[in-house]
């Protein structure tokens, strides 16, 4: 006897007894895929506009042109399968299918919302070489972990037991990271660097008794250019354990200047100091007075603390203006036929000079 199935007729059969749902279920199926494919068309236009993800729009236009055409076809086999009966084994491949594709391309997407909002965080120019730097070990690390998500989810899906599996890259995880438990603290603290934004590329920072310029934020250490010249390395952990002085970040610089003046005619002389103090930092642009104090009389000398606020962030300008003061102070006592003993920026001891 002849076992053969007559498929064509048994074809049939199924449209007709489906033919209203399947054409609903392809109506749907073609309305989704024409709605991921204007996304995607959207999405590749922004990511065009802004390569560099600046913006939320770019991040989420990243994100968009990262959607697969098979994923829209999987997606819409599984649509019209739902609408209909297919036979059993078409359902279960098309349900498998879909639990793949859908698996992978949510690991495409997070991968991309999450590099896309690193791209953001450190968009400026000050951060790009370091960003640059680091995204390549970013997007390993990030691609390893999603994807190894999206594993265990189709595996848990089709019934296998990932329990094993997730005890097994437990342990590996945790081998690693104690193997390269230095590494990976320095990459984080760089990466709080960039996201925290304590200082940036350029700025003059203190810590400890070292002053420096951010010459470069590196995926291990930072690097700074010392007022006196020498190249400073600090590890990125070790330097966000300290107590950080972000010096550019301050509106005006507090100068701070001790200088005595010849005592001999002490009581006549305290006006025409402040007033010569007065009018040394009025002379330069950026500077204004805080105070001019008596603050000790001894050794011959009439001690005064001299206060003023500097705008200028530059180191240079700073020492240049502070010059600048001390001559114009010079010049103004010795029109009031007054002597300038001594000046200093350091903080004299308890007897005055």
Not at 90 to 100: N, P, S, V
Not at 119 to 137: I, K
Not at 228 to 236: A, K
Not at 241 to 251: D, G, Q, V
Request: proline share 2%; charged share 20%.
């Amino acid at each position: 006897m002849d076992q053969r199935i007559d498929w064509p007729s048994r074809t049939a059969s199924w449209v007709n007894q489906n033919g209203e749902a399947l054409m609903i279920g392809l109506g749907v199926a073609v309305g989704l895929v024409v709605v991921m494919l204007i996304l995607r068309s959207i999405g590749e236009r922004v990511r065009a506009a802004d390569p560099d993800c600046t913006t939320w729009r770019s991040v989420i236009g990243h994100v968009l042109a990262k959607t697969s055409v098979i994923f829209m076809v999987i997606a819409a086999l599984d649509t019209v399968a739902s609408y209909v009966e297919p036979p059993r084994l078409i359902a279960r491949t098309l349900d498998i299918a879909f639990i793949i594709a859908f698996a992978l391309q949510g690991a495409v997407w997070a991968r991309e919302l999450i590099l896309g909002l690193i791209g953001r965080r450190v968009a400026e120019d000050e951060g790009r070489g370091t960003l640059g730097n680091a995204m390549g070990v970013i997007r390993v690390l990030v691609s390893v972990a999603l994807f190894a998500v999206a594993i265990i989810l189709i595996l848990d899906n089709l019934g296998v037991n990932v329990t094993a599996l997730i005890a097994g890259l437990g342990i590996g995880g945790i081998a690693i990271g104690l193997a390269a438990q230095g590494i990976f603290s320095d990459l984080f603290a760089a990466l709080a660097i960039l996201f925290d934004k304590p200082f940036k590329k350029g700025d003059t920072i203190r810590y400890d008794q070292s002053t420096g310029t951010v010459e470069r934020i590196g995926l291990k250490t930072t690097r700074l250019r010392s007022l006196t010249g020498e190249q400073l390395v600090m590890g990125n952990t070790k330097l966000l354990e300290r107590e950080i002085h972000n010096l550019a970040a301050a509106k005006a610089r507090r100068m701070t200047v001790y200088f005595a003046v010849d005592g001999r005619a002490a009581a006549q002389t305290l006006d025409a100091v402040a007033a010569a103090a007065d009018e040394a930092v009025a002379s330069q642009k950026g500077c204004k007075l805080v105070r001019c104090v008596l603050v000790g009389v001894g050794g011959g000398g009439l001690a005064h603390e001299l206060v003023y606020d500097d705008s200028a962030l530059d180191n240079d300008r700073i020492a240049r203006n502070r010059a600048a003061i001390l001559r114009a102070l010079i010049e103004r006592m010795e029109a009031q036929q007054l002597q300038l003993v001594q000046a200093s920026g350091i903080s004299p001891p308890l007897a005055p000079f």
